[in-house]
Protein backbone atom coordinates (compact mmCIF):
# COMPACT_ATOMS: atom_id res chain seq x y z
CA UNK A 1 0.00 0.00 0.00
CA UNK A 2 0.86 3.30 -0.65
CA UNK A 3 2.04 5.96 2.43
CA UNK A 4 -0.87 7.79 3.16
CA UNK A 5 -1.26 11.18 2.05
CA UNK A 6 -2.94 13.86 3.80
CA UNK A 7 -2.52 16.39 1.75
CA UNK A 8 -5.11 14.28 -0.67
CA UNK A 9 -7.84 14.49 1.69
CA UNK A 10 -7.79 17.99 1.99
CA UNK A 11 -8.84 18.38 -0.93
CA UNK A 12 -12.20 18.23 -2.77
CA UNK A 13 -12.50 15.61 -5.29
CA UNK A 14 -13.47 16.19 -8.88
CA UNK A 15 -17.22 15.60 -9.87
CA UNK A 16 -16.66 11.57 -11.43
CA UNK A 17 -20.06 11.01 -12.07
CA UNK A 18 -20.62 14.55 -14.10
CA UNK A 19 -17.39 14.21 -16.19
CA UNK A 20 -18.24 10.55 -17.07
CA UNK A 21 -21.56 11.65 -18.50
CA UNK A 22 -20.44 14.73 -20.28
CA UNK A 23 -17.94 12.17 -21.86
CA UNK A 24 -20.38 9.61 -22.92
CA UNK A 25 -22.91 12.45 -24.44
CA UNK A 26 -19.59 13.94 -26.47
CA UNK A 27 -19.53 9.81 -27.54
CA UNK A 28 -22.83 10.42 -29.04
CA UNK A 29 -22.51 14.20 -30.11
CA UNK A 30 -19.18 12.65 -32.43
CA UNK A 31 -21.46 9.74 -33.27
CA UNK A 32 -24.33 12.64 -34.84
CA UNK A 33 -21.79 14.34 -36.12
CA UNK A 34 -20.52 11.26 -38.16
CA UNK A 35 -23.64 10.01 -39.68
CA UNK A 36 -24.43 13.67 -40.47
CA UNK A 37 -21.21 13.99 -42.09
CA UNK A 38 -22.35 10.86 -44.35
CA UNK A 39 -25.93 12.05 -44.94
CA UNK A 40 -24.23 15.43 -46.22
CA UNK A 41 -21.34 14.56 -48.26
CA UNK A 42 -22.22 10.96 -49.49
CA UNK A 43 -18.64 9.34 -48.04
CA UNK A 44 -17.10 9.69 -44.60
CA UNK A 45 -15.06 8.03 -42.73
CA UNK A 46 -15.61 3.90 -42.29
CA UNK A 47 -17.76 3.44 -38.72
CA UNK A 48 -15.40 3.18 -36.00
CA UNK A 49 -17.44 0.19 -34.86
CA UNK A 50 -16.05 -2.18 -32.45
CA UNK A 51 -18.07 -5.30 -34.49
CA UNK A 52 -15.53 -4.46 -37.47
CA UNK A 53 -12.93 -6.69 -36.01
CA UNK A 54 -15.32 -9.16 -36.98
CA UNK A 55 -15.09 -8.20 -40.63
CA UNK A 56 -11.24 -7.86 -40.46
CA UNK A 57 -11.01 -11.47 -39.04
CA UNK A 58 -12.67 -12.39 -41.98
CA UNK A 59 -12.19 -10.71 -44.88
CA UNK A 60 -8.30 -9.27 -44.01
CA UNK A 61 -9.37 -5.79 -44.33
CA UNK A 62 -7.68 -3.77 -41.74
CA UNK A 63 -10.28 -1.24 -40.97
CA UNK A 64 -10.44 2.18 -39.13
CA UNK A 65 -13.13 0.33 -36.52
CA UNK A 66 -10.39 -2.24 -36.41
CA UNK A 67 -8.02 -0.10 -35.40
CA UNK A 68 -10.17 2.07 -32.90
CA UNK A 69 -10.87 -1.83 -31.00
CA UNK A 70 -7.09 -2.20 -31.33
CA UNK A 71 -6.10 1.11 -29.55
CA UNK A 72 -8.75 0.76 -27.38
CA UNK A 73 -7.42 -2.77 -25.83
CA UNK A 74 -3.87 -1.71 -26.26
CA UNK A 75 -4.90 1.81 -24.18
CA UNK A 76 -6.46 -0.68 -21.38
CA UNK A 77 -3.57 -2.88 -21.54
CA UNK A 78 -1.61 -0.09 -19.86
CA UNK A 79 -4.23 2.13 -18.39
CA UNK A 80 -6.99 -0.21 -17.44
CA UNK A 81 -10.62 -0.56 -18.78
CA UNK A 82 -11.83 3.02 -18.66
CA UNK A 83 -13.30 2.81 -22.40
CA UNK A 84 -16.00 0.91 -21.26
CA UNK A 85 -17.93 3.21 -18.62
CA UNK A 86 -16.09 6.36 -20.39
CA UNK A 87 -16.83 5.79 -24.23
CA UNK A 88 -19.19 3.02 -24.48
CA UNK A 89 -22.74 3.57 -25.60
CA UNK A 90 -24.14 0.82 -24.54
CA UNK A 91 -23.14 1.09 -21.12
CA UNK A 92 -24.32 4.73 -21.23
CA UNK A 93 -27.71 3.29 -21.36
CA UNK A 94 -27.07 1.37 -18.71
CA UNK A 95 -26.22 3.43 -16.41
CA UNK A 96 -29.10 5.70 -18.03
CA UNK A 97 -31.68 3.19 -17.00
CA UNK A 98 -29.96 2.48 -13.87
CA UNK A 99 -30.61 6.34 -12.97
CA UNK A 100 -34.05 6.67 -14.30
CA UNK A 101 -35.23 3.42 -12.16
CA UNK A 102 -33.42 5.27 -9.05
CA UNK A 103 -35.40 8.36 -9.87
CA UNK A 104 -39.02 6.27 -9.14
CA UNK A 105 -37.38 4.20 -6.47
CA UNK A 106 -36.36 1.47 -8.11
CA UNK A 107 -32.91 -1.00 -7.52
CA UNK A 108 -32.62 -4.29 -9.71
CA UNK A 109 -31.02 -6.21 -7.61
CA UNK A 110 -28.08 -7.88 -9.29
CA UNK A 111 -28.72 -11.92 -10.30
CA UNK A 112 -25.82 -13.97 -9.76
CA UNK A 113 -25.95 -16.90 -12.12
CA UNK A 114 -22.62 -19.71 -12.63
CA UNK A 115 -24.13 -20.12 -16.72
CA UNK A 116 -23.88 -16.42 -17.31
CA UNK A 117 -20.67 -16.19 -16.30
CA UNK A 118 -19.64 -18.00 -19.35
CA UNK A 119 -21.97 -16.51 -21.83
CA UNK A 120 -19.23 -13.22 -22.76
CA UNK A 121 -16.72 -16.17 -23.18
CA UNK A 122 -18.78 -18.40 -25.27
CA UNK A 123 -19.92 -15.24 -27.55
CA UNK A 124 -16.53 -14.14 -28.52
CA UNK A 125 -15.67 -17.83 -29.20
CA UNK A 126 -18.96 -17.56 -31.49
CA UNK A 127 -17.78 -14.58 -33.42
CA UNK A 128 -14.19 -14.60 -33.28
CA UNK A 129 -12.57 -17.89 -32.74
CA UNK A 130 -15.11 -20.14 -34.34
CA UNK A 131 -15.14 -18.49 -37.43
CA UNK A 132 -11.70 -18.81 -38.04
CA UNK A 133 -11.85 -22.75 -36.95
CA UNK A 134 -14.37 -23.64 -39.46
CA UNK A 135 -12.31 -21.75 -42.25
CA UNK A 136 -9.47 -24.09 -41.68
CA UNK A 137 -11.73 -27.04 -41.00
CA UNK A 138 -13.02 -26.16 -45.26
CA UNK A 139 -9.03 -26.00 -45.75
CA UNK A 140 -9.65 -22.11 -47.03
CA UNK A 141 -6.38 -20.30 -46.02
CA UNK A 142 -6.93 -17.19 -43.11
CA UNK A 143 -7.25 -13.94 -44.53
CA UNK A 144 -3.89 -12.08 -45.50
CA UNK A 145 -4.59 -8.13 -43.30
CA UNK A 146 -4.51 -5.48 -46.66
CA UNK A 147 -6.12 -1.93 -46.90
CA UNK A 148 -9.23 -1.46 -49.07
CA UNK A 149 -11.28 1.06 -50.74
CA UNK A 150 -14.76 1.45 -51.39
CA UNK A 151 -14.19 0.23 -55.32
CA UNK A 152 -12.98 -3.32 -54.10
CA UNK A 153 -16.20 -3.65 -52.02
CA UNK A 154 -15.41 -3.01 -48.34
CA UNK A 155 -13.41 0.21 -47.67
CA UNK A 156 -10.56 0.88 -44.78
CA UNK A 157 -11.22 4.15 -44.24
CA UNK A 158 -13.38 6.31 -46.22
CA UNK A 159 -16.62 4.84 -47.47
CA UNK A 160 -20.37 6.13 -48.49
CA UNK A 161 -21.81 3.33 -47.11
CA UNK A 162 -21.48 4.35 -43.57
CA UNK A 163 -24.01 1.20 -42.51
CA UNK A 164 -22.36 -1.47 -43.77
CA UNK A 165 -22.41 -3.71 -40.72
CA UNK A 166 -25.24 -1.88 -38.94
CA UNK A 167 -28.47 -3.18 -38.45
CA UNK A 168 -31.72 -1.56 -39.62
CA UNK A 169 -32.55 1.66 -37.44
CA UNK A 170 -35.62 0.11 -36.08
CA UNK A 171 -33.17 -2.75 -34.68
CA UNK A 172 -30.58 -0.71 -33.63
CA UNK A 173 -33.34 0.67 -31.31
CA UNK A 174 -34.72 -2.46 -30.39
CA UNK A 175 -31.22 -3.98 -29.51
CA UNK A 176 -30.50 -1.22 -27.62
CA UNK A 177 -33.93 -1.01 -25.43
CA UNK A 178 -32.98 -5.10 -24.94
CA UNK A 179 -29.51 -4.57 -23.94
CA UNK A 180 -29.25 -1.49 -22.29
CA UNK A 181 -32.89 -1.43 -20.25
CA UNK A 182 -34.48 -4.38 -20.47
CA UNK A 183 -31.59 -6.61 -19.00
CA UNK A 184 -30.77 -4.02 -16.67
CA UNK A 185 -34.26 -4.20 -15.67
CA UNK A 186 -34.15 -8.20 -14.85
CA UNK A 187 -30.64 -8.44 -13.98
CA UNK A 188 -29.20 -5.32 -12.34
CA UNK A 189 -26.87 -2.50 -13.25
CA UNK A 190 -24.52 -2.73 -15.90
CA UNK A 191 -25.56 -6.65 -16.25
CA UNK A 192 -24.92 -6.64 -19.63
CA UNK A 193 -21.39 -5.73 -19.38
CA UNK A 194 -20.85 -8.87 -17.27
CA UNK A 195 -22.89 -11.42 -18.64
CA UNK A 196 -23.54 -10.47 -22.42
CA UNK A 197 -21.09 -8.49 -24.17
CA UNK A 198 -18.18 -9.98 -25.69
CA UNK A 199 -15.99 -7.03 -26.33
CA UNK A 200 -15.97 -6.97 -22.56
CA UNK A 201 -14.24 -10.02 -21.91
CA UNK A 202 -11.61 -8.75 -24.41
CA UNK A 203 -11.22 -5.57 -22.33
CA UNK A 204 -11.23 -7.42 -19.42
CA UNK A 205 -8.55 -9.52 -20.19
CA UNK A 206 -6.63 -6.67 -21.12
CA UNK A 207 -7.04 -4.85 -18.02
CA UNK A 208 -5.52 -8.01 -15.97
CA UNK A 209 -2.75 -7.08 -17.73
CA UNK A 210 -2.64 -3.15 -16.74
CA UNK A 211 -0.40 -1.69 -14.26
CA UNK A 212 -3.25 1.02 -14.14
CA UNK A 213 -5.43 0.31 -11.59
CA UNK A 214 -7.95 1.04 -8.44
CA UNK A 215 -6.01 0.84 -5.43
CA UNK A 216 -5.81 1.56 -1.84
CA UNK A 217 -3.79 3.79 0.93
CA UNK A 218 -3.15 2.22 4.36
CA UNK A 219 -5.98 4.77 5.88
CA UNK A 220 -8.91 3.12 4.55
CA UNK A 221 -10.95 1.86 7.61
CA UNK A 222 -12.79 -1.01 5.37
CA UNK A 223 -16.38 0.62 6.03
CA UNK A 224 -17.63 -0.51 2.71
CA UNK A 225 -18.64 2.91 1.19
CA UNK A 226 -16.10 2.06 -1.89
CA UNK A 227 -18.46 -1.42 -2.28
CA UNK A 228 -21.76 0.03 -1.99
CA UNK A 229 -20.98 2.79 -4.19
CA UNK A 230 -19.61 0.17 -7.17
CA UNK A 231 -22.26 -0.34 -10.04
CA UNK A 232 -20.24 -2.89 -11.57
CA UNK A 233 -20.68 -5.08 -8.23
CA UNK A 234 -17.69 -5.44 -6.89
CA UNK A 235 -16.59 -6.33 -3.10
CA UNK A 236 -14.06 -3.76 -3.50
CA UNK A 237 -13.28 -3.02 0.00
CA UNK A 238 -12.88 -6.67 0.61
CA UNK A 239 -10.00 -6.57 -2.62
CA UNK A 240 -8.72 -3.66 -1.44
CA UNK A 241 -7.92 -5.51 2.13
CA UNK A 242 -6.67 -8.51 0.21
CA UNK A 243 -4.69 -7.23 -2.72
CA UNK A 244 -4.13 -3.86 -1.92
CA UNK A 245 -6.11 -2.82 -5.55
CA UNK A 246 -9.28 -4.01 -7.48
CA UNK A 247 -8.28 -6.82 -9.14
CA UNK A 248 -12.02 -8.38 -10.93
CA UNK A 249 -11.72 -6.81 -14.52
CA UNK A 250 -15.10 -6.13 -14.42
CA UNK A 251 -13.88 -2.86 -12.88
CA UNK A 252 -14.49 -0.19 -15.57
CA UNK A 253 -12.89 2.24 -13.76
CA UNK A 254 -15.62 4.72 -13.42
CA UNK A 255 -13.57 5.70 -10.17
CA UNK A 256 -17.29 6.19 -8.52
CA UNK A 257 -15.81 4.20 -5.61
CA UNK A 258 -12.61 7.20 -5.43
CA UNK A 259 -15.43 9.69 -4.63
CA UNK A 260 -18.01 7.53 -2.23
CA UNK A 261 -14.88 7.20 -0.14
CA UNK A 262 -14.97 9.54 2.90
CA UNK A 263 -11.01 9.03 4.03
CA UNK A 264 -9.39 9.28 0.42
CA UNK A 265 -8.25 6.46 0.91
CA UNK A 266 -9.04 4.71 -2.72
CA UNK A 267 -7.15 5.92 -5.62
CA UNK A 268 -6.49 5.62 -9.35
CA UNK A 269 -2.37 4.40 -9.46
CA UNK A 270 0.17 2.58 -11.40
CA UNK A 271 1.87 -0.33 -9.98
CA UNK A 272 1.29 -4.17 -10.47
CA UNK A 273 -1.36 -5.59 -12.96
CA UNK A 274 -3.85 -7.30 -11.34
CA UNK A 275 -2.53 -10.71 -12.27
CA UNK A 276 0.30 -10.66 -10.58
CA UNK A 277 -1.72 -9.49 -7.35
CA UNK A 278 -4.57 -12.46 -8.15
CA UNK A 279 -3.93 -15.38 -9.88
CA UNK A 280 -7.33 -16.77 -11.12
CA UNK A 281 -11.05 -15.42 -10.42
CA UNK A 282 -10.98 -18.16 -7.50
CA UNK A 283 -9.29 -15.44 -5.30
CA UNK A 284 -12.43 -12.86 -6.33
CA UNK A 285 -14.91 -11.70 -3.91
CA UNK A 286 -18.18 -13.06 -5.30
CA UNK A 287 -21.72 -13.12 -2.82
CA UNK A 288 -23.48 -16.48 -2.99
CA UNK A 289 -24.82 -17.59 -6.81
CA UNK A 290 -28.60 -17.40 -6.40
CA UNK A 291 -29.55 -20.38 -8.35
CA UNK A 292 -29.60 -23.97 -7.38
CA UNK A 293 -27.64 -25.82 -10.14
CA UNK A 294 -30.59 -27.99 -12.02
CA UNK A 295 -32.12 -23.90 -11.93
CA UNK A 296 -28.79 -23.09 -13.55
CA UNK A 297 -28.95 -25.98 -16.22
CA UNK A 298 -32.61 -25.07 -17.45
CA UNK A 299 -31.73 -21.04 -17.73
CA UNK A 300 -29.07 -22.34 -19.72
CA UNK A 301 -31.02 -24.42 -22.12
CA UNK A 302 -33.56 -21.32 -21.95
CA UNK A 303 -30.82 -19.02 -23.17
CA UNK A 304 -29.51 -21.20 -25.82
CA UNK A 305 -32.99 -22.05 -27.07
CA UNK A 306 -33.81 -18.17 -27.21
CA UNK A 307 -30.19 -17.16 -29.64
CA UNK A 308 -31.13 -20.27 -31.69
CA UNK A 309 -34.96 -18.94 -32.36
CA UNK A 310 -34.60 -15.35 -32.20
CA UNK A 311 -30.81 -14.94 -33.60
CA UNK A 312 -31.62 -14.51 -37.47
CA UNK A 313 -35.70 -14.24 -37.30
CA UNK A 314 -37.25 -12.71 -39.78
CA UNK A 315 -33.36 -11.79 -41.29
CA UNK A 316 -33.01 -9.76 -38.48
CA UNK A 317 -32.49 -10.64 -34.45
CA UNK A 318 -28.60 -9.08 -33.73
CA UNK A 319 -26.25 -11.59 -32.12
CA UNK A 320 -26.23 -9.12 -29.22
CA UNK A 321 -29.78 -8.27 -28.82
CA UNK A 322 -30.24 -12.12 -28.75
CA UNK A 323 -28.03 -12.47 -26.02
CA UNK A 324 -29.87 -10.00 -24.24
CA UNK A 325 -33.22 -11.95 -24.07
CA UNK A 326 -31.84 -14.81 -23.83
CA UNK A 327 -30.56 -13.70 -19.97
CA UNK A 328 -33.91 -12.00 -19.56
CA UNK A 329 -36.13 -15.18 -20.86
CA UNK A 330 -33.67 -17.48 -18.48
CA UNK A 331 -34.62 -15.06 -15.48
CA UNK A 332 -37.88 -14.85 -16.23
CA UNK A 333 -38.51 -18.73 -16.38
CA UNK A 334 -36.49 -19.31 -13.03
CA UNK A 335 -39.29 -16.32 -11.49
CA UNK A 336 -42.32 -18.07 -12.97
CA UNK A 337 -40.85 -21.94 -11.97
CA UNK A 338 -40.63 -20.24 -8.24
CA UNK A 339 -44.01 -19.22 -8.07
CA UNK A 340 -45.30 -22.68 -7.58
CA UNK A 341 -41.90 -24.07 -6.09
CA UNK A 342 -41.18 -21.74 -2.99
CA UNK A 343 -43.23 -20.01 -0.72
CA UNK A 344 -42.08 -16.38 -1.14
CA UNK A 345 -40.68 -14.81 -4.15
CA UNK A 346 -39.85 -11.28 -4.97
CA UNK A 347 -38.74 -9.28 -8.38
CA UNK A 348 -37.45 -5.71 -7.67
CA UNK A 349 -39.83 -4.04 -5.45
CA UNK A 350 -42.88 -6.77 -5.91
CA UNK A 351 -43.82 -9.34 -3.69
CA UNK A 352 -45.30 -11.99 -6.02
CA UNK A 353 -46.01 -14.80 -3.59
CA UNK A 354 -45.91 -14.77 0.08
CA UNK A 355 -46.01 -17.39 2.73
CA UNK A 356 -47.72 -20.06 -0.01
CA UNK A 357 -50.14 -17.25 -1.75
CA UNK A 358 -49.62 -15.79 -4.97
CA UNK A 359 -50.35 -12.12 -4.83
CA UNK A 360 -51.74 -9.77 -7.54
CA UNK A 361 -48.13 -9.09 -8.94
CA UNK A 362 -47.18 -12.87 -8.81
CA UNK A 363 -50.45 -13.52 -11.28
CA UNK A 364 -49.61 -10.92 -13.53
CA UNK A 365 -45.82 -12.05 -13.34
CA UNK A 366 -47.26 -15.12 -14.23
CA UNK A 367 -49.22 -14.01 -17.16
CA UNK A 368 -46.73 -11.74 -18.66
CA UNK A 369 -44.27 -14.64 -18.60
CA UNK A 370 -47.92 -17.39 -20.10
CA UNK A 371 -47.32 -14.34 -23.20
CA UNK A 372 -43.66 -14.31 -23.59
CA UNK A 373 -43.70 -18.15 -24.01
CA UNK A 374 -46.47 -18.34 -26.01
CA UNK A 375 -44.79 -15.91 -28.38
CA UNK A 376 -41.32 -17.52 -28.15
CA UNK A 377 -42.98 -20.99 -29.38
CA UNK A 378 -44.50 -18.80 -31.93
CA UNK A 379 -41.01 -17.65 -33.02
CA UNK A 380 -39.98 -20.83 -32.69
CA UNK A 381 -42.13 -22.60 -35.40
CA UNK A 382 -41.14 -19.57 -38.01
CA UNK A 383 -37.76 -20.22 -37.07
CA UNK A 384 -38.20 -23.92 -38.03
CA UNK A 385 -39.82 -23.01 -41.32
CA UNK A 386 -37.37 -20.49 -42.15
CA UNK A 387 -34.60 -22.63 -41.73
CA UNK A 388 -36.03 -25.57 -43.25
CA UNK A 389 -37.30 -23.28 -46.46
CA UNK A 390 -33.89 -21.63 -47.18
CA UNK A 391 -31.67 -25.26 -46.61
CA UNK A 392 -33.94 -26.58 -49.71
CA UNK A 393 -33.41 -23.68 -51.23
CA UNK A 394 -29.70 -23.85 -51.28
CA UNK A 395 -30.12 -27.74 -52.29
CA UNK A 396 -31.98 -26.41 -55.09
CA UNK A 397 -28.98 -24.04 -56.35
CA UNK A 398 -26.61 -26.71 -55.96
CA UNK A 399 -29.13 -29.78 -57.33
CA UNK A 400 -27.69 -30.87 -60.51
CA UNK A 401 -31.36 -33.18 -61.36
CA UNK A 402 -34.22 -31.80 -62.41
CA UNK A 403 -36.17 -33.92 -60.50
CA UNK A 404 -33.71 -33.13 -57.88
CA UNK A 405 -34.49 -29.74 -57.77
CA UNK A 406 -38.32 -29.82 -58.15
CA UNK A 407 -38.67 -31.37 -55.39
CA UNK A 408 -36.14 -29.44 -53.30
CA UNK A 409 -38.00 -26.43 -54.85
CA UNK A 410 -41.37 -27.60 -53.53
CA UNK A 411 -39.95 -27.90 -50.33
CA UNK A 412 -38.74 -24.82 -49.95
CA UNK A 413 -41.85 -23.21 -51.11
CA UNK A 414 -43.99 -25.06 -48.62
CA UNK A 415 -41.98 -23.95 -45.33
CA UNK A 416 -40.94 -19.96 -46.71
CA UNK A 417 -44.72 -19.60 -47.36
CA UNK A 418 -45.62 -20.88 -44.53
CA UNK A 419 -43.06 -18.47 -42.35
CA UNK A 420 -44.86 -15.67 -44.38
CA UNK A 421 -47.95 -16.66 -43.94
CA UNK A 422 -47.99 -16.97 -40.23
CA UNK A 423 -44.70 -15.01 -39.82
CA UNK A 424 -45.47 -11.12 -37.55
CA UNK A 425 -42.53 -9.80 -39.98
CA UNK A 426 -42.04 -10.03 -43.98
CA UNK A 427 -38.44 -9.81 -44.74
CA UNK A 428 -37.89 -8.59 -48.50
CA UNK A 429 -35.65 -11.52 -48.61
CA UNK A 430 -38.16 -13.87 -47.67
CA UNK A 431 -40.55 -12.25 -50.52
CA UNK A 432 -37.71 -12.42 -53.13
CA UNK A 433 -37.40 -16.01 -52.45
CA UNK A 434 -41.19 -16.86 -53.03
CA UNK A 435 -40.86 -14.25 -55.80
CA UNK A 436 -38.47 -16.74 -57.57
CA UNK A 437 -40.09 -20.01 -56.21
CA UNK A 438 -43.23 -19.11 -57.61
CA UNK A 439 -42.04 -17.99 -61.18
CA UNK A 440 -40.27 -21.69 -60.93
CA UNK A 441 -42.77 -23.58 -60.15
CA UNK A 442 -45.52 -22.36 -62.24
CA UNK A 443 -47.88 -20.08 -59.99
CA UNK A 444 -48.75 -16.98 -61.96
CA UNK A 445 -50.91 -15.28 -59.17
CA UNK A 446 -48.11 -15.84 -56.83
CA UNK A 447 -45.66 -14.55 -59.19
CA UNK A 448 -48.55 -11.50 -58.93
CA UNK A 449 -48.95 -11.30 -55.18
CA UNK A 450 -44.83 -11.05 -54.89
CA UNK A 451 -44.12 -9.08 -57.85
CA UNK A 452 -46.14 -6.33 -56.33
CA UNK A 453 -44.68 -5.99 -53.05
CA UNK A 454 -41.34 -6.85 -53.90
CA UNK A 455 -41.05 -4.36 -57.13
CA UNK A 456 -41.09 -0.84 -55.12
CA UNK A 457 -37.86 -2.14 -52.93
CA UNK A 458 -36.24 -3.16 -55.25
CA UNK A 459 -36.57 0.52 -57.45
CA UNK A 460 -33.22 1.22 -58.01
CA UNK A 461 -31.76 -2.11 -58.82
CA UNK A 462 -31.42 -2.89 -61.89
CA UNK A 463 -30.72 -6.06 -62.19
CA UNK A 464 -33.54 -7.32 -60.09
CA UNK A 465 -35.70 -5.11 -61.34
CA UNK A 466 -34.91 -6.62 -65.04
CA UNK A 467 -35.42 -10.26 -63.42
CA UNK A 468 -38.22 -8.95 -61.41
CA UNK A 469 -40.31 -7.69 -64.88
CA UNK A 470 -38.81 -11.12 -66.66
CA UNK A 471 -41.27 -13.10 -64.32
CA UNK A 472 -44.26 -10.52 -64.48
CA UNK A 473 -44.55 -10.72 -68.17
CA UNK A 474 -44.48 -14.66 -67.30
CA UNK A 475 -47.02 -14.71 -65.50
CA UNK A 476 -48.97 -12.96 -67.29
CA UNK A 477 -48.77 -9.35 -66.19
CA UNK A 478 -47.23 -8.23 -69.29
CA UNK A 479 -47.95 -4.49 -68.76
CA UNK A 480 -46.02 -4.70 -64.90
CA UNK A 481 -43.40 -6.37 -67.01
CA UNK A 482 -42.58 -3.43 -69.39
CA UNK A 483 -42.78 -1.29 -66.52
CA UNK A 484 -40.07 -2.80 -64.63
CA UNK A 485 -37.68 -3.43 -67.89
CA UNK A 486 -37.95 -0.16 -69.10
CA UNK A 487 -36.97 1.19 -64.78
CA UNK A 488 -34.08 -0.94 -65.21
CA UNK A 489 -33.35 -0.02 -68.68
CA UNK A 490 -33.67 3.89 -67.24
CA UNK A 491 -30.80 2.78 -64.14
CA UNK A 492 -28.47 0.75 -66.62
CA UNK A 493 -28.99 2.11 -70.07
CA UNK A 494 -25.95 0.26 -71.63
CA UNK A 495 -26.83 -3.09 -70.28
CA UNK A 496 -27.85 -5.06 -73.43
CA UNK A 497 -29.59 -8.22 -71.93
CA UNK A 498 -32.08 -5.82 -70.34
CA UNK A 499 -32.48 -3.87 -73.87
CA UNK A 500 -33.31 -7.41 -75.78
CA UNK A 501 -35.73 -8.55 -73.01
CA UNK A 502 -37.73 -5.56 -72.96
CA UNK A 503 -37.63 -5.29 -76.83
CA UNK A 504 -39.20 -9.55 -76.35
CA UNK A 505 -42.05 -8.11 -74.11
CA UNK A 506 -42.77 -5.32 -75.93
CA UNK A 507 -43.32 -7.43 -78.95
CA UNK A 508 -45.40 -10.04 -76.84
CA UNK A 509 -47.70 -7.10 -75.70
CA UNK A 510 -48.25 -5.49 -79.18
CA UNK A 511 -49.30 -9.17 -80.37
CA UNK A 512 -51.91 -9.31 -77.26
CA UNK A 513 -52.86 -5.32 -78.38
CA UNK A 514 -53.52 -6.61 -81.98
CA UNK A 515 -55.21 -9.46 -80.81
CA UNK A 516 -57.51 -7.55 -78.48
S1 LIG B 1 -14.66 3.62 1.18
FE1 LIG B 1 -12.51 4.13 1.48
S2 LIG B 1 -12.16 3.73 3.64
FE2 LIG B 1 -14.09 2.75 3.14
S3 LIG B 1 -13.48 0.67 2.63
FE3 LIG B 1 -13.50 1.76 0.73
S4 LIG B 1 -11.40 2.51 0.45
FE4 LIG B 1 -11.62 1.88 2.59
S1 LIG C 1 -14.29 -0.78 -8.38
FE1 LIG C 1 -14.52 1.46 -8.38
S2 LIG C 1 -13.87 2.11 -10.42
FE2 LIG C 1 -14.19 -0.09 -10.50
S3 LIG C 1 -16.29 -0.28 -11.25
FE3 LIG C 1 -16.38 -0.36 -9.01
S4 LIG C 1 -16.74 1.77 -8.41
FE4 LIG C 1 -16.05 1.81 -10.52
Not at 38 to 52: C, F, I, S, V, Y
Not at 428 to 449: F, N, S, W, Y
Request: hydrophobic fraction near 45%; include cysteine.
Amino acid sequence: MRASASSTSSRSKPNYARRRAVSLILVHVLFGIHIAHWKLHGTTLAPLELNELMYTLELGILTAGFLFMLTAVLATMFFGRFFCSWGCHILALQDLCSWLLGKIGVKPKPVRARFLLWVPLLAVIHMFVWPQISRLREGQPLPSLHWNTDVQGWASFLTDDFWRNLPPVWVALMTFAVVGFGVVYFLGSRSFCTYGCPYGTLFGWADRLAPGRIRVQDNCKQCGECTAACTSHIQVHKEFAEFGTVVNPACLKDLDCIAACPNDAAYYGFGNPSLASAMGPSKRFRVPFDYSWPEEILMAVVMLATVFIFRGLYNVGPFLMTLGLGAIFAFVTITTLRLFTKPNVRFSKWVLRKGGHLQRAGLVFALLSALTFAFSTHSAVIRYHEYKGWAAVAELENASDEMVSRVAAINAWQHLETADRYGLLHPIELQTGLLRLAAMLGKPADVRHYATIVSAHLWDQAPQLAELGGYRAAAGDVAGGVRDLRRALELEPNAEPIRVELERVLAVQQQQQALH
